[in-house]
């Protein structure tokens, strides 16, 4: 038989305040997306603003309408979703071991700091020209541009929070004959969950800059392409297009990493 669990009627009370919140924000971010949409359709029908310079609503529905007729939609958001996905895992996982790694051994870290510091300092576009080199124009480097903009993100993110992990707590764990090992697993990655679950959410903008850096430079699909192509030829409505639908992927994906705080914060107090 389940638990039955008894709720007082202060915490129901608490529990119905937070949903009605919570409807309250989300009707209030769609009333603003719906009155920003109505305010660009407007003033493109009034005459506010050229339709050709700024496309609208209407014109973009009309694209996404004609991209699919033409069978290319999916194949462009498929090229860039899994470039941008393949690179977002390989980045994370790469850049929470490197992390690891530095923190376990501080001669190590000591070392390469100062160069993971000036490699988050460089233009990741300049190395634009190298990456055709080594790669070819093919999907090998838009992959290895998505990489590179969010591994080093990854691992200063995490090896700071592991930095961070309360030396009193590090000192109790030893004095009870705790090895390293287990003052890693037991209280340094999981003090860090906080901050890995906010490097997730930064990797996933980065992972969007990367691969559509990556598809301006030598793609020939996905959205980037799309959206250097259309500036190319004056087709400003498939530009706004293909900016349109990456907005929309970027929230899908950005919201799913907040599904999987969720779901992690509830395992954790469970």
Known sequence: MKKQIQCSKEHLLFLKKRRRHA?????????????????????????????????????I?????????????????????????????IAVVLGYGIALALWWSETVRSVLEPYIVVLNALPKIALGPLIIIWFGTGSK??????????????????????????????LLLRSMGAGKLQILTKLVIP????????????????????????????????LGYLIVYGGQVFKLDLLMTATVILCVL?????????????????????
């Not at 989300?26 to 109505?38: D, K, P, T």
């Not at 359709?41 to 005459?47: M, N, R």
């Not at 929230?251 to 907040?258: E, P």
């Open 61 to 89: 529905a009309r694209t996404i309408a004609d991209l699919y007729t033409e069978g290319t939609l999916f194949y462009h958001i498929g090229t860039t979703l899994w470039e941008t996905l393949a690179g977002f895992a």
């Open 23 to 59: 409807v309250l924000v989300w009707s209030l971010r769609i009333g603003i997306l719906a009155l920003l949409a109505g305010l660009w359709e407007l003033s493109t029908y009034l005459g506010w603003a050229d339709p050709f310079l700024v496309s609208s609503p209407s014109r």
């Open 191 to 222: 003090s860090s969950l906080a901050s890995f679950i906010s490097m997730l959410k930064v990797n996933v903008g980065m992972a969007w800059i990367g691969s559509i850096m990556g598809e301006y430079i030598v793609s020939r699909a996905g």
């Open 141 to 170: 480097a838009i992959l290895f541009m998505t990489v590179i903009v969010g591994l080093i993100v990854a691992i200063m993110h995490m090896l700071s929070a592991f930095i961070a992990t309360d030396k009193d707590k590090i």
């Open 250 to 270: 970027a929230a899908v994906m950005y919201f799913l990493v907040v599904l999987l705080e969720k779901f992690l914060v509830k395992n954790t107090e469970n």
